[in-house]
């Protein structure tokens, strides 16, 4: 048993489930399918043309995430609460999403599941779901709720998803035929009152560190506007930069623009005596921020004709929303062959000058040039991009060759310290979830005995 759950006391008897990942259970708990406890209904398929604006709000598969069930602006017209009763949600229902964009239940959409927040009783239910209705006096609605966010649920209806590579479906009968562990009625109310508790005091603690994760995040990113804005020296004279987003600036710094120093999307003829070469290739999503994922290979001639080229050493960074606005750019390093090709969506800006391409890839992560970027794009809908006259025309403010080097090592070795930061947060975070998995499984399973517990008594100050 986790260490996290070794403080509560077991039970004084136990007893051969009969199932292997049950083991032994109470000797008082009955061990039954859940098809046995809980009624079904399934989500209406509406037609997309009776969407309204406002109205009766509706709740799609779509809308099931992280144990509960967000809102969405869907709407339906009033009297469709009538035509379609089983559809009427109410506050604290259990309803489980059972289609899916991959058959990876813990990864897609699929078996999803979310309580009914009070805000969005009487909403109606959309289809590729389905409501967990416990029966009455047998099976405790809150203690349903927290099995089936257990591992060993997940993992059955991972095995139960059917279908395709890229979609993946369950059957309700499927859904039900988990076998469980069943305490009596009282003490699986004792045993949600408990997990209410200790889960809530869990994800307190967990939302406190996301907090410091973006505070540790925003003044990551402050630390690099700083730099390359003003430089390290605050008592260098400054002048007026004439742009004015840009302000005052070291006096000493050059106000340029990008097409002055870089140049932008330069020409591939220069690998045509390559083509029978191997290449780095990298599609969008393997541009990250200040990371490029190089696990694909190709020939340069099967790339060289609709893909963006680039090699060692250049600036590359996304064009199109929303990667730009993830700020999804990073220099080319360890190409094979010191060569790649990638997304047409990417722009690649060349440097001659040593060094000067870090101190341009911090300058394009400053939140300024993030917030120009993101108004100047052009398009529609999420194919938005950022145009190539509004990266050449940039201006900004450019030291001094050694001043840039300072710089980069000064955003380096902050991003280093406040990114270790963030990894500890992350790290306790996965510990306190896995806390908070281990704990409700004992609880639901009998592995822990909390009928004795008592809910601390808060005193007011």
Not at 27 to 36: G, R
Not at 306 to 315: E, H, I, L, N, R
Request: aromatic residues 8%.
């Amino acid at each position: 048993m986790a260490e996290s759950v070794t403080k509560y006391q077991q039970y004084a008897e136990y007893k051969d489930s009969g199932v292997e990942w049950l083991g032994k259970v109470p000797s008082h708990w009955t061990v039954s399918p859940l098809k046995l406890y809980i009624d079904t209904r399934k989500g209406v398929a509406f037609k997309s043309a009776d969407f309204t604006d406002t109205g009766v709000r509706v709740v799609k598969a779509s809308d099931i995430k992280d144990k509960t069930i967000q809102q969405s602006d869907v709407f339906l017209p009033t009297y469709f609460s009538e035509i379609y009763p089983k559809a009427v949600l109410k506050a604290e229902d259990i309803v489980i999403s059972t289609v899916g964009s991959t058959p990876d239940v813990k990864n897609s959409a699929v078996g999803q599941i979310g309580m009914l927040p009070a805000m969005l009783n009487n909403s109606l239910l959309n289809q590729n779901t389905v409501v967990f209705s416990p029966r009455k006096n047998t099976l405790e609605n809150l203690f349903l709720f927290y099995l089936i966010q257990t591992n060993v649920y997940r993992d059955h209806l991972d095995l139960n998803a059917h279908g395709t590579a890229n979609q993946a479906s369950l059957n309700v009968s499927d859904m039900l035929s988990f076998t469980f562990s069943l305490p009596l009625f009282q003490e699986q109310t004792q045993i949600a009152n408990f997990l209410d508790h200790e889960t809530a005091q869990i994800d307190t603690l967990i939302e406190k560190q996301k907090v410091l994760i973006k505070l540790l995040k925003e003044k990551r990113q402050a630390v690099i506007s700083h730099a390359v804005t003003k430089g390290l020296n605050p008592d260098a004279p400054m002048k007026d930069s004439g742009v004015e987003w840009l302000g005052e600036v070291p006096e000493h710094w050059e106000v340029s623009k990008i097409k002055y120093i870089a140049e932008l999307t330069p020409s591939k003829a220069e690998v045509l005596s390559s083509l029978e070469k191997s290449c780095s290739f990298i599609p969008m999503e393997k541009l990250k921020l200040d990371t490029l994922i190089l696990d694909e290979t190709r020939k340069i001639k099967d790339v060289y004709q609709g893909y963006t080229y680039f090699k060692d050493g250049d600036v590359l960074i996304a064009k199109v929303t929303p990667c730009f606005e993830n700020q999804n750019m990073a220099i080319a390093t360890n190409l094979v062959n010191g060569i790649g090709f990638g997304s047409s969506e990417i722009y690649v800006i060349r440097t001659e000058a040593e060094g000067l391409n870090r101190f341009l890839l911090y300058r394009l992560q400053e939140s300024v040039f993030m917030q120009l970027g993101a108004g100047a794009m052009t398009g529609a809908g999420g194919l938005r991009r950022v145009p190539s006259d509004f990266i050449n025309n940039f201006q900004f403010a450019l030291p001094p060759i050694v001043e840039q080097k300072e710089i980069v090592e000064h955003i380096e070795e902050m991003k280093s310290k406040f990114n270790d930061l963030v990894d500890n947060a992350e790290k306790a975070i996965q510990l306190m979830q896995e806390r908070r998995t281990a704990l409700i499984s004992a609880a639901v399973t009998g592995k822990i005995d909390v009928r004795g517990w008592v809910a601390p008594v808060l005193v007011a100050l």
